[in-house]
């Protein structure tokens, strides 16, 4: 199996897929890309439709056998299911059908909201002060109109009040739910470690300094932060971070629900 | 009689998904209807089940299990019966790929014409003090926002627009996606198919001017053969409206 991972920061889906990645054990050649330039979308990393129109947004893309594949938690699944033992996902169909029920809820309600509040504070400013010439470069490749739409928005600092109201209200929802998931004194959210521990950590480590209220008095998640990010696994990817606050990267994430 | 009880409404979109997936597999199953139009799901004996109010939900002894594609694949691994799933995890990948692209882009797109067009009008004649108090009553703030604009016609002009885009977009893409192989994700029917199938069973009723033999053949053909199912046939059979008899548009000629 050869496998070359194209990502960003570690930070949001990137850091899920790389420590996905090193918790399996598998080799694969990493190439770092600056998701926040929309180098995604640049000739030189392979894509097809399933990179072009990745509900996650602006997340890595992991080629296997010539193959370009996004979205972050399946491609975890892929690297757990074809290794030879399953270290981060459950074999057991229930333990399973928690994990991906957890993570489906992460991707829908948590991430766009992470993403929102983490392009509103840190890329914004970085798009506007491209000039138009380059900002269109930048954008021109991208197919998915949508996604085109939230570059344009973040870009011109359109964020919606409402939005980000709803935005926090979710990343507080999230604690919580960590919370109380947390409350029995288990390590890990689901009971083994797996990717939901992976991705909810990836999207909500960086909320902690823009959102430090919808954490407090949260001790159990602050422990299970800290455990989190003291895997191997984590701490080697958060090592090939180009910059000093890699949980301050934000490129463009999945959008918010505009249907219920 | 069994220890599976699914709840769910018509088969169509996300109740469709597990009552297909269960025929497929051959599992014997309790059916409990939950009438959607009656806002039967936010009523506390189903809230009981599933406290979020939506629909599709499934018992297998004392678990609980609601997310309707997540509960599909569940039904796969845990039941005896043909596999809906291939082996190789790279279709694995990729069927779960097109869930979630369908889940969280297309179908989205597809609901919001629906629910404008057939939907609201459908409940829209009740009693209005009536309507407002069920509305009061759903849990999650979006599926509220969402009762609201069907009941009382309030979808914007823009956003019809972009659903209609999505619609047309996606269309586009099934059809691209459905002339490099027999099946959608992979090249055995999987949980994909079951999935597609639901969102796209009457294209060409519903969209006829993007969905014919013409522009999509692949399409239509996939959709036929679908329907020519047994399972398909068993689990339409179960539809008590109008929404399901569209089905039959796929009958051959
Ligand atoms: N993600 C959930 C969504 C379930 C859902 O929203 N179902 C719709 C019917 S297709 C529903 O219950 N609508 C009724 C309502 O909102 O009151 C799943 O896939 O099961």
Partial sequence: MALVLY????????????????????????????????????????????VHMSIEGEGPVLVADGEPMADSVFIACYLNDSASISPIAPQDPFARWQMMTWCRQIIERVAPAAAYLGVKAHLADKLSAL???????????????????????IRA????????????????????????????????????????????????????????GAFDGASRTAGWLDRVKARPSVSRALSLAR????????????EINRWG | MSDVTLY???????????????????????????????????KPDYLAINPEGTIPAMTHGDRVLTESTAMMEYVDAAFPGP??????????????????????????????????VFIGPMVRSKDPDMLKAAIDRIPLPERRVAWRKAIYGTFG???????????????RMLEEELSKREWLASDQYSLADVNGFNIAYALPLSQPELSNDE???????????????????????????????????????
């Fill in chain 2, 157 to 171: 002009e823009e956003e019809m627009k972009e659903s209609q885009r999505r619609v047309a977009f996606g269309i």
């Fill in chain 2, 8 to 42: 769910h409404w018509e088969p169509n979109a996300n109740s469709g998904k597990p009552m297909l997936a269960l025929m497929e597999k051959g599992v014997d199953f309790n059916s409990h209807y939950v009438d959607l139009l009656n806002f039967d799901q936010h």
């Fill in chain 1, 243 to 254: 910059t000093a606050t890699p949980q301050d990267i934000w490129a463009p994430g999945p």
């Fill in chain 2, 83 to 116: 596999k809906l799933m291939p082996d190789d995890p790279k279709d694995q990948w990729r069927i779960r790929w097109w869930m979630k692209f369908m889940d969280q882009w297309l179908a989205p797109s597809f609901s919001m014409i629906g629910w404008s």
């Fill in chain 1, 157 to 212: 600092g359109a964020f919606d009040d409402a939005k980000v109201d709803d935005s926090k209200a979710k990343i507080k929802a999230a604690v919580d739910k960590v919370e109380t998931q947390l409350s029995d004194g288990r390590d890990w959210l689901l009971g083994d470690f797996s990717i939901a521990d992976l991705e909810t950590y990836a999207w909500l480590a960086g909320m902690r300094d823009l959102e430090p």
């Fill in chain 2, 215 to 253: 522009k999509t053949p692949h399409i239509l053909e996939w959709l036929r053969k679908i329907y020519e199912r047994p399972a398909a046939k068993k689990t339409w059979a179960m539809g008590k409206t109008d929404l399901a008899t569209r089905i039959k548009i796929l009958e051959r000629s």
């Fill in chain 1, 7 to 50: 990502h960003g920061e570690p930070n949001g889906p990137s850091l899920t897929v790389l420590a996905a990645l090193f918790e399996t054990g598998h080799d694969a050649e990493l190439r770092n890309i600056d998701l926040t330039m929309g180098e995604r979308h640049q000739d030189n990393v392979p894509s097809g439709v399933e």
């Fill in chain 1, 131 to 153: 000039d138009d010439a380059a900002f269109e470069k930048l954008i021109a490749p991208i197919k998915s109109e949508d996604l085109k739409t939230r570059w344009a928005d």
